[in-house]
């Protein structure tokens, strides 16, 4: 049965037939969407200590990462790199992978964590066009984590980035997302996992048309190796491709819906009832005998654009109204830290003080970590920059950063504001060094 909704959730009914389709919807610049301010009510469980499902998180074990030796699975490298030292190198750096995530494996069991999702980066540029290799020179360690996932009766899934679209009009970009595809199958049956192990990609562009998109994913899904079509289902996003756009041809092609409720949230299309979907939804996994998955987020502290909505909070407070038999992805900055913070509030399980970091001593920044924040905050420093710099050449001045006890001043000519504004940006850009996000 699923959760009841809070009031706040506005309630009408919508049904997604097998002949059901999406209206066509006004064109709309993704810049212009991204801008608009997002009103949209939230769902919510309405007793969250009651949640039955169980909560995973993805890729990076925040508390592991940060011991010494760090443990950590997504080691990698620059492509020049691996043309430089050869595929050994590479070799080497997949087994630490490995050896790390059995460790994790381990370290989520002795804290009740039953369901992670597996960074793509194990085996470093595997599946790269020129560069890329087999894999099976690691079996035998794929197996045992397979072997250790069995004992434990963990879930391991895996989530291949957002530039593989088998929707693509460039040849070239679909058949690199067969590939990557078949590199994700391939280590997932090496390591033994069974049908809960899936795959999980965006449907992609929508190019100017959405239905032809469709039409060409449709096409290219039946032209797939079996063992991709085994592993492979579709999340919902939030701008592209809605739970209204996806559940159809999800239930026509027999593949499986990824829920991701944040998406939703911001990107809800023509459904108006959700919850009364979910029986639909979930059947499209109980047809495979696999166990329904769904993702769950929330927007940074002060967002309120679509563009500000999109990016995942450190921690989230709430959970979904799912229904009891479904694995819950919490998508968010801390890792292994939202879901026993989650744990903890809603007292679902024990947490080891020992490693748990409260939330107080981990503040939520306004800006995210990642690679899109850097560039935001090059540009903020690009204009601050400038904009004094041109003030000083009025004036035939210049201040040079700040020393620890004096503050050096210079006469500056027009020409010199390029150099100026490089290291503003240099300073900016090392103070904020970018943190990988494997997803």
């Known amino acids: 049965m699923a959760s009841k909704l809070t009031k706040t959730v506005i309630k009408r009914s919508v049904s997604l037939s097998d002949e059901y389709i999406p209206k066509q919807e006004p064109t709309i610049k993704t810049e212009d969407r991204l801008n608009q301010l997002l009103d949209t009510p939230r769902y919510v469980h309405n007793n969250p200590t009651q949640f039955k499902g169980r909560l995973g998180y993805a890729c990076i074990n925040t508390y592991l990462r940060k011991q010494k030796p760090s443990v950590f699975s997504a080691r990698t490298c620059r492509l020049d790199t691996v043309e430089k030292k050869g595929e050994e190198y590479v070799r080497e750096l997949a087994l630490l992978n490995i050896a790390d995530l059995k460790t994790m494996i381990k370290w989520n069991e002795e804290n009740k964590i039953k369901f992670m999702r597996i960074s793509s980066d ?25 072997v250790l996932a069995k004992k434990f009766n963990q879930r391991l899934t895996m989530h291949p980035g957002q530039y593989n679209q088998l929707v693509s009009l460039t040849p070239k970009v679909v058949a690199n997302t067969i590939r990557e595809l078949d590199y994700h199958a391939r280590m997932m049956d090496l390591m033994g996992l069974d049908q809960d192990s899936v795959m999980i990609i965006h449907m992609g562009g929508v190019y100017g048309d959405r239905q032809s998109a469709l039409a060409r994913f449709e096409a290219e899904y039946t032209k797939l190796p079996e063992n991709i079509i085994r592993r492979l289902v579709l999340e919902n996003d939030e701008l592209g491709y809605s739970v209204s756009d996806l559940l159809p041809i999800c239930k026509k092609l027999g593949i499986p819906l990824v829920l991701d409720w944040h998406h939703h949230h911001i990107n809800p299309g023509n459904v108006t009832d959700l919850i009364s979907l979910l029986p639909e939804i979930n059947k499209t996994w109980t047809d495979k005998g696999i166990k329904p998955k769904q993702h769950y987020s929330e927007s940074r502290r002060g967002a309120v654009t679509i563009m500000e909505q999109r990016a995942h909070s450190d921690r989230v407070q709430f959970l979904p109204p799912t229904t009891d038999d479904v694995d819950l992805m919490i998508e968010a900055k801390d890792k292994e830290q939202a879901v026993f913070h989650l744990y903890k509030k809603y ?49 035939g001045k210049k201040v040079v950063p700040k020393k620890e006890h004096a503050e050096q001043e210079q006469t500056v000519k027009e020409e010199e504001i390029p150099q100026i504004l490089e290291g503003r940006v240099t300073r900016q850009r090392a103070k904020n060094n970018t943190v990988h996000n494997s997803k």
């Open 122 to 146: 194990i085996f470093p540029f595997a599946s790269h066009e020129k560069a890329g290799y087999n894999i099976d020179f690691a079996k035998n360690e794929l197996s045992e984590v397979g």
């Open 347 to 395: 007292g679902l399980e024990p947490v080891d003080e020992k490693v748990w970091i409260p939330a107080e001593d981990n503040l939520e920044i306004t800006e995210t970590k990642g690679r899109k924040s850097v560039q935001s905050l090059k540009r903020k420093a690009e204009k601050t920059a400038l904009t004094e710099a041109k003030a000083k050449v009025k004036s």
